[in-house]
């Protein structure tokens, strides 16, 4: 799943975390979680170019969940 574009991360991890009976937070709370804990395990192995489009995807997971603060 973190392979994709930063859309069809955010888009995931959205209905990954809507879905979810296990949560024990908000659905945006959860899956930025997921999306941190991908790149924190992933650390320096991680390449530049991916790491721009997993912060991409923060971005996209904030204005789905419509967490703009502008």
Do not use: C, H, Q
């Amino acid at each position: 799943m973190f392979k994709k574009s930063a859309d069809e991360i955010a888009a995931s991890l959205m209905r990954s975390a809507k879905n979810s009976t296990r949560r024990k937070s908000e659905p945006y709370r959860s899956a930025l979680s997921m999306l941190n804990f991908y790149m924190n395990r992933a650390g320096r192995n991680l390449p530049e170019s991916r790491r721009k489009v997993l912060e991409a995807a923060k971005v996209r997971l904030k204005t789905a969940f419509s967490r703009n603060r502008e």
